[in-house]
């Protein structure tokens, strides 16, 4: 890790996350182009990437680690429905607890050290002050269930998918963080009804598609993606259960507090194969970064208003942003030569 | 290969039936990663003029990656990749696989797993058995062969499963009553077919009279790619003219010209190699492509596909 975790920041009520300049610096801005289009624009995952980016290692960690492991907390502490794991998937969790204990381990030996006895394996974590030793694969030597204990120590979202007659399964997870969507919501569903909302895609055949695609990822070729909205404050736990706490922020967005409420929220999504179970793990992780910080780089800040400002009615209303989605591309209008 | 080969050494080779030779291979470099039950590698030997590559399910312990075993069945009739396992690797020697992907995975929410093994088609399930065994599951293995030639392990499968293992030797004129099995079958009751195309037909049919879901009805079916007629393939990016002999799959034929084709399986069934046809005419023979994208005539999966003209213009 390039950046030391700084100390707890909140996500919620008084919002103190801030992103230093390095963060800013390796935030992965996420509109190639101009025109924003919808696509699947899915590419391998190959690590390792360029030294410092969020593409170095298969799971990145940053300066927000303990703080986001701090809400993670409070939410699973509001609501445990947060995580599951459907009996079958037992498995599927320990070959996540597998690849999180040697990629950390090995990718941020500062921070992370795995030791393996046979089955016996002893890990440490020294950002969350833990030590545990347990045998692989039986759940009952873990203080927690497995996705749970895992969960609590990755940032961003996970879930792991079940592949079975041709589908894609959504039977386990921890979803404290996410972009509008429920795991207790979509548990159990297959990949079409899970993204049953998006607009334009069914009809451009993107599902059948990725599907396929999805389903034929082999063993150690992780394949990535980039997601993207806007997000007022920098709240991570923006999920349908506390629609009532973040709701009604979209009306807070004034002309005056534009570049300090209104954040871009990019999930880097990355798909790899779990060897055991053949499920997929699908981790997002999510950035927030402020349009003030962002247009401190004036590449982002140009593309950035014409992306807006050309960006479809119907993404504007899928995506949540009517209500602040004219102010958005008023205040960045300042900050592209072309107008 | 298009995807991270692995070297391998074969550390033992055993006779299990007269026909069926078991190797077990060890990784040269570092560990293999376990893997899930009905995997399979395709193993590539180093034959001339060009490596036969051939896929084969893993039969080891899943839980176990110290090695790996596979087991080959000698195909007389075949393009030569069994022959050359029989004949040609002895202990010792080196060959490349891929790592393993899996196109015949367990439903861990089936109530009860039926699992039909025809010859050499036991060794997916070999896998199967103790996941199956780790996780308590409602199992019952079914196993069609013929005593002078298939076979194998069916005296250990018998000792270690008990009356959880039915054994047909069809030479001892014993028969699988497939009506009666799948007719008696508990509601929930996944069943997995590995063996022959007729054994993999007679499943589906009986099973589709009898209403079961299609989803309940698992089969490993790896096309072998079949010799066909010579064609020629214009490649439109390069403008190159490729051309294949009647005994050459027209993934081989790329592979020769050094055109590289993602692939997993080399038999019609993972997708990966699919490729665009901008024009002639396609004899599909794969079993990934559904009958709508057949009929569009647009893509080709080239490691069992043919033209059924004389030549194909593909979008390389």
């Known amino acids: 890790m390039r950046m030391a975790p700084k100390p707890i920041q909140s996500f919620r009520d008084d919002f103190t996350y801030s992103n230093s300049p390095g963060a800013v610096a390796r935030f992965p801005f996420p509109f190639p182009e101009d025109e924003y289009m919808y696509s699947v624009n899915i590419e391998p995952h190959v690590t390792p990437g360029p030294e410092g980016s969020v593409y170095e290692h298969l799971l990145d960690i940053d300066e927000h680690y303990l703080s986001e492991m701090h809400e993670r907390d409070l939410v699973l502490k509001e609501n445990p429905k947060r995580c599951l794991a459907m009996p079958h998937m037992d498995l599927a969790c320990w070959d996540m607890i597998d690849r999180v204990m040697h990629c950390f381990s090995e990718d941020y030996p500062e921070h992370f050290k795995l030791t393996k006895a046979g089955d016996q394996w002893t890990w440490e974590n020294k950002l969350l002050n833990i030590n545990d030793s347990f045998t692989f694969g039986d759940s009952s030597t873990l203080p927690l269930p497995p996705m749970e204990y895992i969960g609590r120590q990755v940032q961003g979202d996970f879930a792991l998918l079940d592949q079975r007659d041709g589908d894609l399964f959504m039977d386990a997870g921890i979803v404290t963080c996410p972009a509008d969507w429920s795991l207790a919501f979509d548990a159990g569903m297959g990949f079409k009804e899970w993204h049953g909302p998006v607009p334009m895609a069914h009809e451009m055949g993107i599902f059948d598609r990725a599907l396929k695609y999805l389903c034929a990822i082999p063993l150690g070729r992780p394949v990535r993606r980039l997601n993207w909205t806007l997000t007022v404050n920098a709240r991570m736990d923006t999920s349908p259960e506390t629609y009532p706490s973040w709701g009604s922020d979209r009306a807070s967005v004034t002309p005056e507090n534009v570049g300090e409420k209104v954040h871009l929220r990019v999930e880097l999504q990355v798909l790899d194969r779990m060897s055991r179970s053949n499920a997929l793990m699908f981790s997002i992780r999510t950035y927030l970064i402020s349009l003030e910080d962002l247009v401190t780089n004036p590449e982002w800040a140009k593309r950035m208003h014409r992306v807006m400002k050309g960006l479809p009615e119907q993404l504007i209303e899928y995506k949540g942003l009517t209500r602040f989605h004219p102010l958005v591309v008023d205040w960045l209008a300042k900050y592209d030569p072309a107008n | ?316």
Not at chain 2, 18 to 23: T, Y
Not at chain 2, 161 to 167: A, D, N, P, R
């Open chain 2, 1 to 316: 290969m298009s995807t991270d080969s692995i070297r391998v050494r074969v550390s033992g080779i055993e006779q299990v039936s007269p026909l069926i030779r078991e190797f077990t291979l060890e990784a040269i470099d570092g560990e293999f990663l376990a893997f899930s039950p009905g995997s399979h590698v395709v193993v590539e030997m180093p034959a001339e003029p060009r490596p036969h590559r051939n896929a084969y399910s893993l039969l080891s312990d899943p839980r176990d990656s110290g090695c790996y075993r596979i087991a080959v069945r000698l195909q007389e009739q075949s393009r030569g990749g069994s022959v050359y396992m029989h004949e040609s690797v002895k202990v010792g020697d080196e060959l490349s696989i891929t790592p393993p992907a899996n196109l015949f995975a367990p439903n861990w929410n089936a109530g009860k797993h039926l699992l039909l093994a025809g010859g050499v088609g036991i060794t997916p399930f070999m896998a199967y058995l103790p996941e199956l065994k780790r996780r308590g599951a409602d199992f019952e293995l079914h196993y069609l062969y013929r005593g002078s030639s298939t076979g194998a392990y069916r005296e250990q499968l018998k000792a270690e499963l008990g009356e959880q293992c039915f054994l047909y030797d069809s030479e001892a004129g014993q028969r699988c009553a497939l009506g009666e099995l799948l007719a008696d079958q508990p509601r929930g009751t996944h069943v997995y077919i590995c063996g022959p195309e007729e054994l993999i037909a007679g499943v589906r049919e009986v099973t589709e009279e009898l209403g079961w879901p299609a989803s309940h009805v698992h089969f490993e079916a790896f096309a072998a790619p079949q010799p066909g007629k010579p064609f020629e393939v214009e490649l439109s990016r390069s403008g190159r003219t490729v051309k294949v002999d009647g005994e050459t799959t027209l993934l081989e034929a790329l592979e020769d010209a050094e055109v590289d084709v993602p692939h997993l399986c080399r038999g019609g069934v993972c997708g990966q190699c699919v490729t665009r046809v901008l024009s002639g005419d396609i004899e599909h023979r794969d079993e990934f492509l559904s009958a709508a994208e057949r009929e569009q005539g647009d893509c080709i999966m080239p490691c069992v596909s043919r033209a059924s003209g004389k030549r194909l213009v593909i979008d390389l």
